[in-house]
């Protein structure tokens, strides 16, 4: 009799163990703070040398804090001193003393107490653990043998579908809080992610309108036109919401690859860094490329006209012949995509580590350059930046996490079978299941690593052509 039940309901039963099991290591074993411990951070002390209240001549305050000074609103007035008051300011005829003791900055190691006073530290830990159960279900859910007889429920596909949906949700909420941080980001960051935004989801229009189907390797035959409104206006969202992580990543990837030149050798990465940052973003350009059809004709093997004789072909026919049947197969092919879009997940989670460290590096940069400037720098802005990059610190993780994540479970989804679906007359009667369980879940994979590549490879391209700058 048990063993009769175990048999039926043995797919349902190892994703329960699975995602309890893996819920409950993951916050015992705190593996989302362990994931982050050991990178380096930047503090720089409000003064030294200051004799407090309680007659205490070390006086050093490293804690990091708001200064009080300044307006954080989207990193503008940063500054301590006004325009005005900068204009006024005379010569003085006294000779200056700089105080070096005001212009030190600590390097510290990352640990649990550091992670848990940052905002957004909740989100991320929830978010880490609710998409790695999701992902690892997913993965279980593809190597396990399904009996059709047994249904939905048996073969734990309901529990694949809901975690699956939960974490995205998740992971795409939190992403769009991110985007709205008010000192988060600049006001004109804001103002492109929109820009942006709207231009995403006219392309996406054009998508799935088969518009552009020549150009991409997509079929939206089967989608009626409600459910490509609801396409495009995801794909807009994605697209807007996904230009701030892009432009920080290709910020680390500036720094992390010493494109500077600055020789300093706590900004850029060592050879390990750095072969991780350049393969994360060559993964993600070839990946994106391969949904574009003169790429795909190139690739793929399609078979030609046997019947012809080999001497009534001039040499120079053979060699357009040979586009589109020197390659693999379609079948093939349709397996390197999901292997590559796989791949460009992970990857992009294993350069979490030296993106983010080169984002707290960038703070350190920046007090850096603010302080050999001129012979009485100005560190305020540099006081303030090196409280942001540390304030907003898992804001940040979140915001490279959440494109990495939307990739693996986008794909994840795109492999459940949408006729295991048809039971549910609710959902079916409104939506075209198969079709948006494996079409529109496998467009939006490919959208997020293709957005990501546009808005890096061209974020690169201005800063390699000094139209933009790290300061």
């Not at 307006?71 to 005379?90: I, P």
């Not at 978010?127 to 997913?138: D, H, P, T």
């Not at 697209?239 to 690859?257: C, D, E, N, V």
Request: net charge positive.
């Amino acid at each position: 009799m048990l063993f009769t039940i175990f048999e039926t309901y043995k797919n349902l039963i190892l994703q329960a163990t699975l995602s309890i099991s893996l819920t409950l290591l993951l916050t015992y074993l705190k593996i989302p703070i362990i994931f982050l411990q050991g990178l380096h951070t930047y503090i720089q002390p409000e003064n030294l040398g200051y004799n407090n209240n309680n007659g205490n001549q070390n006086g050093l305050r490293a804690a990091i804090r708001r200064p009080s000074s300044s307006s954080l609103d989207g990193y503008q007035s940063l500054s301590s001193k006004t325009n005005a008051e900068l204009q006024k300011r005379s010569k003085p005829k006294e000779k200056f003393e700089f105080d070096e003791s005001k212009a030190q900055i600590f390097r510290l190691k990352l640990d649990e107490s550091h992670l848990r006073s940052r905002v957004y530290f909740n989100g991320y830990f929830n978010s880490f653990v609710y998409s790695f159960v999701a992902f690892s279900c997913l993965l279980l859910y593809a190597y396990l043998d399904r009996d059709e007889e047994n249904g939905n429920f048996a073969n734990g596909v309901l529990v694949v579908v809901v975690f699956g949906f939960v974490s995205l949700c998740k992971v795409f909420t939190l992403l769009v809080k991110t985007s709205f941080e008010k000192s988060a980001s600049k006001r004109s960051e804001k103002q492109l992610s929109l820009v942006f935004g709207l231009l995403g989801f006219v392309f996406g229009l054009l998508i799935c309108s088969g518009v552009v189907k020549k150009v991409l390797d997509f079929d939206f035959d089967s989608i009626d036109g409600f459910a490509r409104i609801v396409v495009a206006v995801l794909m807009g969202c994605i697209a807007g919401f996904l230009y701030m992580p892009a432009g920080k990543s290709a910020r680390s990837f500036w720094l992390g690859t010493d494109q500077l030149r600055s020789n300093l050798s706590m900004v850029f990465c060592g050879w390990l860094g750095r072969m991780i940052l350049y393969t994360n973003y060559l993964l993600i350009v070839s990946t994106a490329l391969l949904w574009i059809n003169p790429f795909t004709d190139i690739l793929v093997t399609k078979s030609i006209g046997v019947g012809r004789g080999a001497k009534g072909i001039s040499s120079r026919r053979d060699a357009d012949n040979l586009i589109g049947n020197v390659g693999l197969s379609r079948g093939d092919f349709a397996k390197l995509r999901l292997w590559c879009l796989l791949l460009s997940g992970v990857i992009q989670i294993v350069a979490l580590r030296p993106n983010l460290q080169m984002y707290l590096n960038e703070a350190m940069l920046s007090w850096y350059q603010r302080l050999h400037a001129s012979k009485v720098p100005d560190l305020d802005f540099s006081r303030a930046k090196v409280f942001l990059h540390n304030h907003y610190l898992c804001l940040v993780v979140l915001q490279f996490f959440a494109p990495a994540v939307l990739v693996l479970l986008f794909l994840g989804l795109s492999q459940v079978d949408g006729n295991s679906f048809t039971n549910f007359k609710l959902v079916c009667g409104l939506l075209p299941c198969s079709a948006l369980i494996k079409e529109v879940a496998l467009l939006m994979a490919w959208w997020v690593v293709f957005v990501s590549a546009v808005y890096t490879s061209a974020i690169l391209i201005l800063y390699r052509h000094g139209s933009l700058y790290i300061s």
